[in-house]
């Protein structure tokens, strides 16, 4: 018996001395110095083009259509609240398109606000030609950078804006292009 009370006093003063010695060296004025630095990834914007939407088999493959667009304009609240413009550090909007079709498409898009004006730059890029169909894709990808200065201009937007462009179609062309994104929101909160 008097081996279990030992045991225990023994147990006890382990405990207090680990629990002391674990806070002894912590300065808790550090906890002002604390950043959180989140990374969110999101999708942005998904479109298909398949040339049999597009162009009518049925029209004569020498008559050449000079030119496709196809427009969008959807709700897409780029930033959302005060506090993600006010934390947000930067954005990379990543861009990948796949390709079979044997044309170049070139793709636009910007930002508007609620009055429907356009804020900010419209950006462009262009999805190389496939090989066409029943070959293996060729991608292309770009990547678009927001920095602060940039957030802070788009901070009002509430949609997005977007088209996609093809010249040269006929009704020979067959195959998809094919555009995915992803937005990477990175974020340093301050507590």
């Known amino acids: 018996m008097k081996t279990k009370k030992v045991y225990v006093l023994l147990c006890g003063v382990c405990i207090l001395i680990s629990l ?7 300065d808790f004025e550090q ?16 479109s298909r083009f398949d040339t049999n939407q597009f162009v009518d088999s049925n029209i004569d493959p020498a008559i050449v259509i000079p030119e496709v667009i196809v427009n969008d304009t959807l709700d897409y609240d780029l930033l959302g609240t005060d506090f993600v413009v006010d934390n947000l550090e930067r954005v990379e909007l990543t861009f990948e398109f796949t390709n079979t079709i044997e044309r170049d ?3 636009d898009f910007g930002f ?43 901070r ?26 992803k937005g990477t929101y990175f974020f340093n909160y301050e507590l």
């Open 20 to 26: 002391i010695s674990c806070v002894k060296d912590v």
């Open 31 to 46: 906890a002002e110095d604390v950043v959180l630095t989140p990374v969110y990834e999101v999708d942005f914007v998904y």
């Open 105 to 107: 498409f070139d793709f």
């Open 112 to 154: 508007l606000n609620d009055n429907n004006q356009r804020i900010g730059p419209l950006y462009s890029m262009t999805a190389n030609s496939g090989n066409g169909e029943g070959t293996g894709p060729i991608v292309t990808t770009e990547v678009i950078i927001f920095d602060t200065a940039d957030i802070g201009v788009l």
């Open 156 to 181: 009002d937007a509430t949609r997005l804006v977007s088209s996609m462009r093809v010249q040269n179609i006929n009704s020979s062309l067959r195959g998809i292009l094919e555009l995915r994104s």
